[in-house]
């Protein structure tokens, strides 16, 4: 019997594998899907060059998550499919967890329609799914955490494991910290999740918060320990820490991000047509259709379910519920931010399709079932048949400007910190650079002066940012005709035109990106 559900699970995994490389596979060439990817590529490289964190180069990102895209070019190759394969492995992971836990609360059938649904959803829902996003690499922790913590007993182990794990996740993305500030909350407090004596209590909630806070506290101390062995502790704390909360807010209160949120999935939702298919459109109605009706019919059969049952899904209702609100808290909007609750709304939305599987209906829902995955799978396929007309007139599989500009400047003899890139910084990753400076990682951030505060100094602005990066004389610098990042800082903008205007001539342009060289001196 063991061997058995053994076999299952690995045959699950391996077909949620499948699924997963084959919506994400014909992305696997494309230089920039999310810019934010990468950034985390470039501080990733930078690892492996032997470098911590925030040192040579800077995002707001806590360490595990650069850690993570280490490993990918570690194991797979310094390329960008290898990225992508990490994050298709990351969405198989998660979805194969997602089964375990409607596995182990409901049944198998609904196990895999909700390892399906997050396959899906992390993959087409939006067109950053496509990429390996923090919020792949993020959930994995996340969810196996969430099912450790229904799955087993309340033994000092599994609550060990599980503070481990879910910390690992706000290490990844820092607002996951919410979701295990609840669950640490809930596990330890609530007398239901204790299937112990009244006097008991007390003694063993004690003991369950320790052993939580333990395993929380051995992952945050393993990614200070480098720094406090380099005496670098206030960095970290700036960059872990300060940075990320003066992010969150830094635009949005939790009201505006929320009404931010809604209306992009109402318009993703309303932009669904059959005809011409889009696979996040039909992705999104399934959700959300399945969603609403799957938390109703959970709320009416509430009673009839099993101490355990209502014990693993109260775990998971307050684990959604964390999750939401810390999207809310981000400061930001970004529509990725969403793909962190995907497993929970698969979960829920199985509820509602399941009973769909039975065999009285079973030839209907195959029907139906053929149609959405056509839908489903149509974008996909469109990317496909791209690859394969690339292939047959001889181009290159792998296309964007980055990859173009790479191959420019690899002719030019560069010495080390010698291109600025304001745009497409996945170049420094291919030619072997870094940025100029740490602040200068991500493009952008010179432009956020609540960031420049943590990753230079107090008082720093985007004009002194910039300033810094052009006292190093690079000798390439690679930019739009007009950078919309340093629109509302003019200052900034003025020093970045006058400084090529007179230091730089345009060198060339490949694909709308102008390559400015910098003058020889007399």
Known sequence: ???????????????????????????????????????????????????????????????????????????????????????????????????????????????????????????????????????????????????ITINQKFSSKSVFISGFLLTASALIRLNLAYVVIAIGIAITAFPTFHCLRTKQYLKNALATGICFTCGGALILSLTLLPYALTNQSTLWWKSVVLAPLSYSNSRFTWSEALTVHIKNIIELITDWQPIPPSSASTTAVLLAAGTFSGIFILILKWKKYAADEKRGLAILCISFLGTSISILKSGQAHFHYLFQICPFLSFFAAEFYTPLTVRSRLPITLTIGAFISTLIFSTPCIAYKSNFDRIIQGEPLQTGPSFNIAKYLEKKNLAKNSVFMTKHHLTYWLIDQQP????????????????????MYPGATPYLALKEVFDLHPRFVAAEQNISYFRKYPKALQLFKTTIQEQYKLDTTIDNINIYQRRQRN
């Open 1 to 147: 019997m063991k061997k058995n559900k053994q076999f299952t699970s690995l045959l699950a995994f391996i077909i949620f594998l499948a699924a997963a490389l084959f919506l994400r596979l014909p992305y696997f060439f494309i230089d920039v899907i999310d810019w934010d990817e990468s950034t985390f590529i470039v501080i990733g490289q930078s690892i492996l060059d032997g470098h911590l964190p925030y040192t040579e180069t800077w995002d707001l990102k806590p360490p595990l998550l650069p850690a993570t895209f280490s490993l990918f070019i570690l194991f797979f190759g310094k390329n960008i499919a290898a990225i992508r394969m990490g994050g298709a492995i990351c969405v198989a992971l998660t979805s194969w967890i997602t089964y375990q836990i409607g596995r182990e609360l409901r049944s198998i059938q609904h196990g895999l329609i909700a390892g399906f649904l997050t396959t899906a959803s992390l993959s087409l829902i939006h067109s950053d799914a496509s990429a390996t996003m923090s919020e792949h690499i993020a959930i994995v922790p996340l969810m196996c955490g969430i099912w």
């Open 436 to 455: 100029p400076t740490p602040s200068s990682t991500h493009p952008s951030n010179l432009a956020k002066d609540f960031l420049l505060q943590h990753s």
